[in-house]
C-alpha cells in the first residue's frame, strides 16, 4: 500500500499558502519551495484558471484570477473581498506612502509606520478637517484589518500604547493598487474633502 506521503507534491505547503493569500520573501522556506518548483506551481494553477504572480524584487507572489470570457468571468476559485471606503483610503495613503519611500530610499529598505505617524500625515495633508473624520478615529482597527490582507506585517505590538505599535509597509501593496488607481482616488477624496 502506497504512503501518503509519497503522493504529495513537493511544493504542497507553497499551493496551499498561495490559497491562503499571499507569500513573502521573509517566508524563507516556503519562498525557497515557491522559486525552486515554481514552474510546477505555475502549471498546476494554469489548470484550474488562476495565474502566480511572483515578484522577486519586491519579494512577494499572489494568485491572480484568470478571465474566461470577454465579460470579464472568472472560474470563482477565489473569492473576492471588496474594500470598505474607510480601508481603501487607508490602502490608498500607504500606497503613496511607499511610493514617496521608494523615491528617496534604497530599494531594499522598508517602510515602518506606526497609527501614530500615520495620524501625524493625515494631520498634515488635512488640518483641521481630520478629528471628525472616522478613519481618523478608527485608525487603528484599519490598520490591523491592513494586516489582515497582508499589506502591513506587524513588527512591534504596544498593547498600552496602540498609536505606538509598528507596521512594516508589505509591496504587495502595489499589485492591488496602481498608480493609475492611486491618481484617481487621490483626485476623488480631494474633492470629498473639499465639502466637508
Known amino acids: 500500500m502506497e504512503h501518503p506521503k509519497e503522493t504529495i507534491a513537493p511544493y504542497a505547503r507553497s499551493i496551499t499558502k498561495l490559497l491562503q493569500g499571499a507569500v513573502f520573501d521573509d517566508q524563507r522556506e516556503l519562498w525557497n519551495q515557491l522559486l525552486e518548483y515554481q514552474e510546477d506551481v505555475k502549471n498546476y494553477f494554469e489548470k484550474i484558471g488562476l495565474r502566480l504572480i511572483i515578484d522577486r524584487r519586491d519579494g512577494y507572489a499572489y494568485l491572480k484570477q ?74 487603528n482597527r ?42 484617481h482616488f487621490k483626485n476623488q477624496l480631494q474633492d470629498e474633502l473639499k465639502s466637508i
Not at 83 to 91: D, K
Not at 151 to 180: G, S
Request: net charge neutral.
Open 66 to 139: 484568470v478571465e474566461i470570457d470577454e465579460k470579464g468571468n472568472t472560474l470563482g476559485l477565489m473569492r473576492r473581498m471588496p474594500l470598505t471606503y474607510e480601508l481603501t483610503v487607508v490602502c490608498v495613503f500607504l500606497r503613496e506612502w511607499l511610493m514617496e519611500f521608494e523615491q528617496d530610499e534604497l530599494q531594499r529598505a522598508r517602510l515602518i509606520i506606526s497609527p501614530g505617524t500615520f495620524r501625524d500625515r493625515l494631520k498634515l495633508i488635512f488640518n483641521e478637517h481630520v478629528h471628525d473624520w472616522k478613519l481618523f478615529k478608527d485608525l
Open 142 to 183: 484599519y490598520m490591523m484589518e491592513c494586516e489582515k490582507m497582508g499589506f502591513l506585517k506587524l513588527i512591534t505590538n504596544d498593547t498600552t500604547h496602540p498609536d505606538a505599535c509598528r507596521y512594516e509597509v508589505k509591496r504587495i501593496i502595489k499589485a492591488r493598487i496602481t498608480n493609475r488607481e492611486l491618481e
